[in-house]
């Protein structure tokens, strides 16, 4: 789901090419407390009961696919049929309409961040079809549903974990047998459906490939503390280990783009920043 992210003490937008339930949508406002400072377009796409339960009597989705079932491959259907209910038709949803687009306009010179979400090759466009999502992924598909041209982007940061993961069927280069991956402390359960993850080694070229489709200028790079535990809770790069530094100079070798972000921990504050000021 695209979503922006403007100053005035962040203020949260959920742009016009969203696609979201609105029970959802107000069970995480209220858990995260954004009631005030969240917004959503009033020409974002509204996820009905009957979407969700469209999407769970398709088998291929469902058993082949590996679909979550959460109703957004329905929704889009919808949408290209011009039947899709919108954010502005619902009453529960009147007090946080706004014009996402004149929003992030207003807002340009003092800082704004895209958020995408999903990974590159579950891009319908460009993933591993069949066994996509129900949109396209890349940066550029992002800022278009959010109303922002190519030419008003200054980096495009892309996120990359320190090992390969993935829900559902399709193909898995390198594929590690369960309980390697549970050996390696690479196994991981997804937060929508509960399903395991299947895990495989860090894909070069696939990275490289990531990289120009959404011509990356920055890499943030997760979980290398679960590839070196040494890097635990680490905040400045010259105190990883020099497994762990090497791994991370051969991606910036073979991708050609600097990885500025580096997760070392599950906390907040895990994170080796190389940005500078």
């Not at 107000?26 to 009957?50: A, Q």
């Not at 049929?81 to 306009?105: H, I, N, S």
């Not at 466009?125 to 129900?134: A, C, D, L, Q, R």
């Not at 783009?257 to 997760?263: K, L, N, R």
Request: proline share 4%; glycine share 10%.
């Amino acid at each position: 789901m695209p979503c922006a992210y403007v100053n005035e003490k962040t203020r949260l937008l959920i742009a016009a090419g969203a696609l979201y339930s609105i029970e959802t949508f107000k069970r995480e406002v209220e858990m995260t407390g954004v009631k005030d400072r969240i917004g959503v377009d009033s020409g974002s796409g509204v996820i009905l009961p009957e979407h969700i339960e469209r999407e769970r009597k398709d088998e291929f989705l469902m058993k082949k696919v590996g679909s979550t079932g959460s109703g957004v491959g329905a929704a889009t259907v919808d949408r290209a049929l011009r039947l899709l209910k919108l954010a502005r038709e619902f009453e529960e949803l009147k007090p946080f309409l706004t014009d996402v687009y004149a929003e992030v306009q207003d807002s340009m010179d003092g800082g704004v961040l895209l958020e995408g979400t999903q990974g590159t090759y579950l891009s319908l466009y460009h993933g591993t079809y069949p066994f996509v999502t129900s949109r396209d992924v890349t940066a550029s598909a992002v800022c278009s549903e959010v109303g922002v041209g190519p030419r008003d982007v200054d980096e495009v940061i892309v996120v990359f974990k320190s090992y390969v993961t993935r829900v559902g069927g399709g193909l898995l280069e390198g594929e590690l047998k369960e309980d390697e991956a549970a050996r390696r402390g690479w196994m991981e359960v997804a937060t929508v459906t509960g399903r395991k993850r299947r895990a495989a080694p860090f894909n070069f070229e696939l990275a490289v490939r990531a990289v120009k489709l959404n011509s990356a200028t920055q890499i943030a790079l997760t979980k290398l503390d679960t590839m070196f535990p040494d890097c635990r809770g680490a905040r400045e790069y010259e105190k990883l280990p020099k497994e762990a530094r090497s791994f991370v100079e051969q991606i910036e070798d073979r991708l050609k783009v600097p990885v500025t972000i580096i997760g070392t921990g599950p906390g907040t504050e895990d994170v080796v920043d190389r940005r500078g000021s």
